[in-house]
């Protein structure tokens, strides 16, 4: 939404209809209420459903990105080389692919053991929901897979009955030498590597790797 208010014609992606359905209300309620003439520098959201390994969109694009730490979702090597290859398809001739991951410290790591962290409680602008966030977590060092089982809690802030939901997910970390090894392999040039959003360059106590790169 922050590209297409700035003027973009953005195209989003999501295999989840919920995640879409979301964005489309989000996006409904900001045109809305700036009134008809909204957007004024003609940015546009057009969201489509599709996973993203088997997306062909028949487009090309200035920049196409995998934000987010999602491409620690796709829980193998070949799957996540994959992703990048997607996006190198996507690029038009001039165009920039960013891919960005989280780079968990000692600290971090230290705490993927199968112990039970409570991460965070917030309330819930849609639903007014008080929500609690519990996680539990395995790391595999032989594979770098993180498999992380999730707890949502959900109650009226005066209190009441909680409502639950859980989800399991693998996650395999991604180090700077292997995202570009992932970007070379798929036909992209790399033009820069940060450490964080701010682009500050990568180097030692980076917490993240976010990568710029355009075809070759």
């Known amino acids: 939404m922050p590209l297409a208010d700035a003027g973009f014609a953005v195209t989003g992606v999501d295999a989840d209809p919920q995640m879409l359905a979301r964005a489309r209300r989000r996006w409904a309620e900001a045109t809305k209420q700036d009134g008809p003439e909204w957007p004024a520098a003609g940015g546009s959201l ?22 987010l730490n999602t491409l620690l979702l796709l829980d193998e090597p070949a799957r996540q080389a994959a992703a990048l290859r ?56 032989a594979t770098r897979v993180v498999e992380l089982f999730t707890l949502f809690d959900a109650w009226p802030p005066e209190g009441g009955p909680l409502r639950r939901t859980a989800r399991t997910d693998r996650l395999r970390l991604v180090g700077a030498d292997e995202l570009i090894g992932f970007a070379r392999d798929a036909g992209l040039q790399v033009e820069q590597l940060a450490g964080d959003y701010d682009l500050t360059p990568f180097g030692p106590g980076s917490e993240r790797v976010v990568l710029v790169a355009g075809l070759v």
């Open 46 to 67: 057009d969201l489509v459903q599709a996973d993203l390994l088997g997306l062909d969109l028949d487009a090309r694009f200035g920049l196409a990105f995998i934000g």
């Open 86 to 141: 997607v996006l190198a398809h996507h690029l038009a001739p001039n165009g920039r692919a960013v891919v960005d991951v989280w780079l968990p410290g000692v600290d971090d790591l230290a705490i993927y053991d199968g112990r039970t962290v409570l991460q965070w409680v917030r309330d819930d602008p849609d639903t007014g929901e008080r929500v609690a966030k519990t996680s539990s977590a395995d790391y595999d060092r």
